[in-house]
């Protein structure tokens, strides 16, 4: 069956645009968490979905960034005013209700700002 | 201090060696552990959950310490195929199923 999904898979900005980022999780999966890795890194934890409900964004690194999933299935993670920092891969993963540990990634968005 | 800690490598070994990976975790309410492995620009992918009997998967055996907050991956018969990076994993209790990455360790298996 398919996979998660993500698009854009690269993104050129320049500093002080906004962009979005697209997550397509796979159908039926309540849960949804975005991810954030540099270069070199792990990835580190963003935030996290249960269904329409944002429980967690305590991973959030500024003010600028801002996810959403309003009908509890496609997630949207916008940066507002990029910055160099912002540079890494974003990776969007889902899980089940019933193997809510596994969480099956997307191939990521690849975010350069120049 | 990092909240999962890995040897970043690279280790390079030939084909058919065993090698082990190592993994440090500061978090005692850690609950449930992993190893994922990464191929180079691609996404993490599930390897093996780690319970506290130890669990083996093939060529794959790994084990936590609960009391030494430690967890390993063993590697047997290495394959050209197991060139990756591979990613300690951890979540805790109370913080929701958000995972918690390791940097990763770089496994280059050659000829």
């Known amino acids: 069956g398919a996979g998660v999904s993500q698009s854009p898979r690269y993104k050129v900005a320049k500093r002080g645009q906004d962009v979005a980022l697209r997550c397509d999780p796979i159908?039926?999966?309540?849960?949804l968490f975005w991810y954030q890795q540099a270069l070199g890194q792990g990835p580190e934890f963003l935030t996290y979905?249960?269904?329409?409900?944002?429980?967690?964004k305590s991973g959030l690194p500024s003010d600028r960034f801002f996810a959403e999933r309003p009908e509890g299935s496609v997630s949207t993670l916008k940066i507002q005013r990029t910055q160099q920092e912002d540079s890494a891969v974003y990776l969007c993963a889902s899980s089940s209700r019933d193997s809510w540990d596994e969480q099956f990634f997307g191939p990521g968005t690849r975010l350069t700002v120049l | 201090r990092k909240e999962v800690e890995q040897d970043p490598g690279p280790f390079n070994v030939p084909e058919g060696a065993t090698v082990a990976f190592n993994c440090t975790y500061s978090n005692s309410a850690s609950q449930s552990f992993f190893w994922y492995r990464q191929d180079c620009r691609k996404e993490p992918k599930l390897l093996m959950s780690v319970y506290s009997s130890g669990n083996e998967d093939g060529r794959f055996t790994a084990q936590l310490n609960r009391a030494s907050q430690y967890i390993s991956l063993l590697i047997r018969d290495s394959k050209l195929s197991d060139s990756a990076t591979y990613l300690c994993?951890?979540?805790?209790?109370?913080?929701?199923?958000?995972?918690?990455f390791g940097t990763g360790t770089q496994l280059k298996v050659e000829l």
């Open positions: 159908s039926g999966h309540v849960s």
């Open positions: 994993v951890v979540s805790f209790t109370g913080g929701g199923n958000k995972l918690t």
């Open positions: 979905f249960q269904n329409e409900a944002q429980l967690d």
